[in-house]
């Protein structure tokens, strides 16, 4: 992560990514994602449209990802002393004309998220698909414009690096994540 940012193609085993794609697509509880920087949910199409099932551990397929990332967080700690605490995930599904517009991970004056991690679950993905994750740098220079391809893991600073997600032209799944330093 010199740049303050990677990406990781093939993060996951054939079988594992296999699982948590079949598991994403099947769900039939996903919410509306808010915005909020407190308990308050506040739901504003206009900035966000994406819809959302957090990660739980009593489910085995989902558990097998929240494993994976104990063990990043673990890496991450022991390479770059960050003193990450936990980590919080959820599956996220955006269906045509879904997108989210640039921001930030991390609230304003409040150090908690500190990186954040996107991994991809679609199995086949065109440019004319949409639904790319933009990365800028603080200046507002695109940095990357990553298609969200199968088994691709995104990990970047939370307050480091505003980004986006484009509209998509089908639907398009991942899960969102962040390690943080506050306590559970």
Do not use: C
């Amino acid at each position: 992560m010199q740049k303050g940012y990677a990406v990781i193609e093939n993060a996951l085993s054939p079988s594992t990514i296999q699982r948590l794609a079949q598991h994403a697509t099947s769900l039939q509880n996903y919410k509306e994602a808010g915005i909020s920087a407190n308990t308050q949910l506040h739901i504003d199409k206009n900035r966000r449209r994406d819809k959302i099932h957090w990660l739980e551990d009593d489910n085995a397929v989902e558990k097998s990802f929240l494993e994976f990332a104990e063990g990043l967080r673990l890496y991450l700690n022991r390479s770059l002393f960050l003193g990450l605490h936990y980590y919080e995930a959820h599956f996220a599904k955006y269906e045509v004309g879904d997108f989210y517009e640039k921001h930030l991970d991390a609230f304003k004056n409040s150090k908690n998220r500190v990186v954040t991690t996107v991994y991809y679950l679609n199995d086949t993905w065109q440019q004319s698909d949409g639904g790319e994750l933009v990365i800028y740098d603080k200046n507002d220079t695109v940095l990357e414009k990553l298609l969200p391809t199968r088994n691709t893991l995104v990990v970047f600073l939370s307050e480091e690096f505003p980004h986006e997600v484009l509209p998509a032209n089908k639907t398009r799944h991942s899960i969102a994540g962040w390690f943080r330093i506050d306590k559970v």
